[in-house]
């Protein structure tokens, strides 16, 4: 379990109302929500707006819209449409501390790769990530690459320089590579456990690899489908304070079950369990439809920690990172979440961002 030194930064109950007052979340891996995918070519400003209230609705009040792999010109007109979202609506622009940038510096090979257009998979680039990022007017926070690739050591001090954060994920990396990136200034680990094939070594590996480098924060999502508790388990006690948890949320989080076509191709089945499979797969995962408060609540209900120390992965171990690293990403003002116990499970009353009523329930 976590540390009991652990700071609470401000988390409380009101055992009169059974309401608990906490710290906003912040999710670092958001691919979609609610029907709206960021890495859709259709996406418009009105569907960052659309996407931002529901994460307020879920107690998320900060967020970084993940892209994932995919032709230049294609990641570049999202960032356009993210920044534009951000220029418009002076919400959007509160709740957005960054842009995940998740490729397409990522490994080519089958299993590491995931759900990735190999097509566009390519070598590190700093100039090309230049050009990225000035399209996004530095917004770009979070770049997750493969350290295998001859050149990633370079582009990570370059980040690094940029200030701009680096994780590990979707790669093959040795430990002789995975120490060089961290030498270089390799910060996380992307969704560990997952992006990587059904079948590893027993050892070494890239797992006990990133669980063993303390230098490493580890994003995992707890959705209870994409990662076993026994693993969970280790990861929360090996990194402590380094545990964050992400969502790694679709567009699908938020939608009804029943059958839908992908922007990348094929059909998904989500069912009931908010479970994401191909279509025809035998039930391989194809992303995740929880969003972040819903992984607390999971994480919780399996026993793996208890709310205050499962909100804090979600909030404020991120608020934390940010202060030792992204300070400009720290929330301006004061962001905070009122919830209610409904049965075992939170339900959000009231949102408050950078002071401001920005969500209540409605009566």
Known sequence: MMKKDTPQHGLGWDKAHQRYTAPGLIDLQVNGVDAVDFNDPVLMEADVLKATRYLLSQGVTSFFPTLITGADDHIISLLQTLRRACD???????????????????????????????????????????????????????????????????????????????????????????????????????????????????????????????????????????????????????????????????????????????????????????????????????????SLLEDVNTLVSHGLASLEEAWTMASDHVTDLFARYLPECVPAGEDRVVVRKQGDLLVVEQVTKNGQVVYAQPA
């Open 88 to 290: 418009t609506y002076p919400l959007v622009r509160a709740c957005v501390a960054g842009i995940h940038l998740e490729g397409p510096f990522i490994s080519a090979e089958d299993g590491a790769r995931g759900a990735h257009d190999v097509r566009y998979v390519k070598a590190p680039d700093w100039s090309l990530l230049e050009r990225f990022q000035e399209v996004a007017q530095g917004t770009i926070r979070l770049v997750t690459l493969a350290p295998e690739w001859e050149g990633a050591p370079e582009l990570i001090k370059k980040c690094r320089e940029h200030d701009v954060l680096v994780s590990m994920g979707h790669s093959l990396a040795n430990t002789a590579q995975i120490s060089q990136a961290a030498e270089a200034g390799l910060l996380l680990s992307t969704h560990l456990g997952n992006g990587i094939p059904l079948m590893l070594k027993r050892h070494p590996n890239m797992l006990w690899d990133q669980l063993a480098d303390d230098r490493l924060y580890a994003m995992i999502i707890t959705d209870g489908l994409h990662t076993p508790d026994a693993f969970i388990r280790v990861v929360m006690r090996v990194k402590a304070e380094k545990t964050i948890l992400v969502s790694d949320a679709t567009r699908f989080a938020g939608m009804a079950p029943g059958e839908y076509d992908t922007v990348i191709g094929g059909k998904i089945i989500l069912d009931t369990d908010k479970r994401i499979s191909l279509k025809g797969s035998g039930g391989l995962l194809a992303g995740a439809a929880k």
